[in-house]
């Protein structure tokens, strides 16, 4: 088993940034892709970004290209999501996630954190 505990969510006004963490312990080994996905209030949880295991390889949603950069410390088992510029709309709990295969990372990636929660004032 994986698990995964986020945190560095909080409030800030639009425009700001914050840096959400993932820390990953157990069977760390399993896994190749991480990533990070986002629920807002009554609509469905929605993927945000990913990352391979050596970091190379990322993508993002269009929503946040360009504002959001995600990273990972192997030696810290720990992922990272830089969020700039930040609107109302990317209120929501984002949970880390992590998978087997690459492929799987951005839909059903098969471990998840326990969320955490982002705010942005308008």
């Known amino acids: 088993q994986v698990q995964l505990v986020e945190s560095g969510g909080g409030l800030v006004q639009a425009g700001g940034s914050l840096r959400l963490s993932c820390a990953a312990s157990?069977?760390?080994?399993?896994?190749?892709?991480m990533g990070w996905f986002r629920q807002a209030p009554g609509k469905e949880r929605e993927f945000v970004a990913a990352?391979?295991?050596?970091?190379?390889?990322?993508y993002y949603a269009e929503s946040v290209k360009g504002r959001f950069t995600i990273s990972r410390d192997n030696a810290k088992n720990t992922m990272y999501l830089q969020m700039n510029s930040l609107k109302p709309e990317d209120t929501a709990v984002y949970y880390c996630?992590?998978?087997?295969?690459?492929?799987?990372?951005?839909?059903?990636?098969?471990?998840w954190g326990q969320g955490t929660q982002v705010t942005v004032s308008s």
């Open positions: 996630a992590a998978a087997q295969r690459v492929k799987v990372v951005t839909t059903t990636p098969g471990y």
């Open positions: 157990g069977r760390t080994f399993s896994i190749n892709a």
């Open positions: 990352i391979g295991w050596s970091g190379i390889w990322t």
